[in-house]
């Protein structure tokens, strides 16, 4: 089929839609309503051709395709749902993020998502954390592409999502058994949201199955600076030792803060100078043994990637920078 010079198109729509409502004005003045109403209808249609010309060449068949384009042309950019209803030439984009998040794998984050991620991590937030590591300010309304890359087994995972959610558990247990079947990999707060059947507990609960039953349940923000904005690692099939359960968040916070979010085992330092897949993860370390009276305080705990930290326990010498 032939096409017009793509350069060409989005001007002679822009002209088109002005010769309309220029003749549009005769039928405010003249017309009955339905004759109105009809003769609009084909303005609706160019200002929605116009928008989805805009896009730069690059033969966007679908309105998916070109919300994806135009993502894509802003990775960890906020943008507002009206601007991908301008690309796409519809009003039901929505519905196709959905389909690019879990057909296609895309880590789109919403903006009602964000705002819980949010409204938990400010509860225990720590006076001084750092700003690189805090989440996004984002309206209900606005969406943000995480990373420009495409998990391939999202799919999968989102199938399998749906069948934890469908069963009978508890939000915190089918949290738990989504986790459980993906150690190692990365799963999105979208996901987690979505095996919560879309209750805004799903916060509050992942955090609990590392706060208080010890999973280690790894952000950005708790234990692997590593990690995008939006990503939750349980890093091994195994909860902590009991008496590491009861060190308060905001002190475990408050030392990994004055840490740095890196290891302080000598000549570590991980994550810094570490290639970004190397997989590890921080926690914190009492200096005294808990189990010989060692106080869950800041001056007594010290942050330690696991290896060290396994090391430190294996070896009972601690050397720290
Ligand atoms: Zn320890
Ligand atoms: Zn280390």
Avoid at 118 to 142: A, I, K, N, T
Avoid at 211 to 225: A, K, L, Q, S, Y
Avoid at 293 to 312: I, K, M, P, Q, Y
Wanted: hydrophobic fraction near 35%; charge should be negative.
């Amino acid at each position: 089929m032939a096409r017009r010079p793509r350069e060409k198109a989005p001007d002679k729509l822009r002209r088109d839609l002005i010769d309309l409502l220029t003749n549009f004005e005769w039928h405010l003045e003249h017309s009955e309503l339905r004759q109105q109403v009809r003769n609009l209808v084909p303005a609706n249609h160019l200002l929605r051709d116009l928008g989805s010309s805009l896009l730069p060449e690059g033969g966007y068949l679908s309105a998916r395709d070109r919300i994806l384009a135009y993502l894509r042309l802003f990775p960890g950019i906020v943008i507002d749902g009206d601007e991908l209803m301008v690309v796409a030439g519809i009003s039901e984009y929505a519905r196709r993020i959905r389909e690019l998040r879990k057909q296609e794998g895309w880590p789109i984050l919403s903006g009602i998502t964000a705002s819980e991620m949010r409204d938990e991590f400010e509860e225990g937030r720590v006076e001084g954390e750092y700003e690189d590591l805090s989440l996004p300010q984002m309206l209900p309304s606005q969406y943000l592409l995480l990373e420009d890359s495409q998990d391939r087994d999202a799919a999968f995972r989102w199938n399998m999502a749906n069948q934890i959610r469908r069963s009978t558990a508890s939000t915190r247990d089918k949290l738990l058994r989504f986790f459980r079947e993906n150690v190692g990999q990365r799963v999105t707060s979208e996901e987690l949201r979505y095996v919560a059947g879309d209750a805004t507990e799903w916060a509050r609960r992942t955090r609990e199955l590392r706060t208080e039953m010890g999973w280690p349940v790894m952000t950005r923000n708790t234990g692997d600076p590593t990690l995008p904005v939006g990503t939750y690692v349980l890093e091994r099939d195994e909860q902590a030792p009991l008496h590491d359960r009861h060190i308060p968040e905001v002190v475990r916070r408050e030392v990994m803060r004055r840490d740095h979010w890196s290891c302080r085992w000598r000549g570590c330092g991980w994550p810094t100078g570490f290639p970004p897949q190397d997989h590890r993860f921080l926690e914190a370390h009492h200096i005294e043994h808990h189990a010989e009276g060692g106080a869950n305080s800041v001056e007594n705990l010290v942050t330690l990637c696991n290896l060290h930290h396994d090391e430190v326990h294996r070896a009972g010498v601690l050397d720290v920078e």
